[in-house]
């Protein structure tokens, strides 16, 4: 089956740690995203990429890292600098920026 | 500044109800989607449209472009239906933030009661 997997659903880390959330898809999209969701907001974009070896930074970047190194894979990397890193992360995929996308199932992250 | 603003926050609806949630963007758009996110939290695309009227079993998605406005429609609501529903917009060009990217309202959470 063709689709986007976000691994682990929910995960915990210290305060201080660096995270990294993994995203995967098989459906040969180019673009990939990360969003954050913080309870009464709407999404917010972290980074995206247009293409492999290519990443751009979203809206609210500071704190995060992301690779690109294949076209299947976007991970994302929470680091101590980000200051309130408690949140559901979303991973999506798209044919190209701007047309349909496709999610995965979120990781809720904890941080404690 | 909000970019993009649903109504309503909230809905309650009896079973059968028809359903209503609208969607209002600031500036020009490529596309327009509609996203319905379950408790669990993952998100399903339901709808992408740049024009006119798309319809999907019970779900029926519409835009007005140049009144910078959509409404997803659902006939016959069931429990099921219960849901966040999100509007998401991709901007042609969105001034001072990232292009190519979507702008995502704060959602409308739908409770259908049996």
């Known amino acids: 089956d063709g689709g986007i997997t976000q691994s682990p659903k929910y995960l915990f880390r210290k305060e201080g740690q660096n995270v990294t959330l993994s995203c995967e898809q098989n459906?040969?999209?180019?673009?990939m995203y990360w969003y954050r969701q913080d309870p009464g907001q709407g999404l917010r974009l972290i980074y995206y990429?247009?293409?492999?070896?290519?990443?751009q930074k979203g809206d609210i970047a500071e704190g995060y890292s992301v690779s690109r190194e294949k076209k299947e894979s976007f991970p994302l990397t929470v680091t101590s600098a980000q200051k309130n890193p408690t949140a559901f992360y979303l991973c999506a995929s798209s044919i190209r920026v701007n047309t349909e996308a496709f999610f995965g199932q979120g990781t809720r992250l904890t941080v404690v | 500044k909000n970019e993009v603003e649903q109504s309503p926050q909230n809905l309650t609806a009896q079973e059968g109800e028809f359903i209503t949630i609208n969607c209002s963007y600031s500036?020009?758009?490529?596309?327009l989607h509609w996203l319905q996110q379950h408790p669990g939290g993952g998100i399903v695309s339901l709808f992408m449209l740049s024009s006119g009227k798309k319809k999907h079993g019970r779900l029926i998605a519409t835009i007005n472009i140049q009144e910078k406005h959509s409404s997803l429609h659902i006939t016959a609501s069931h429990p099921r239906d219960s849901a966040v529903y999100i509007c998401a917009v991709g901007f042609s060009t969105r001034p001072g933030g990232s292009q190519g990217n979507l702008i995502f309202g704060k959602g409308t959470k739908l409770s259908v009661k049996p």
């Open positions: 990429s247009q293409i492999v070896n290519d990443f």
């Open positions: 500036v020009g758009i490529s596309a």
């Open positions: 459906l040969n999209h180019d673009a």
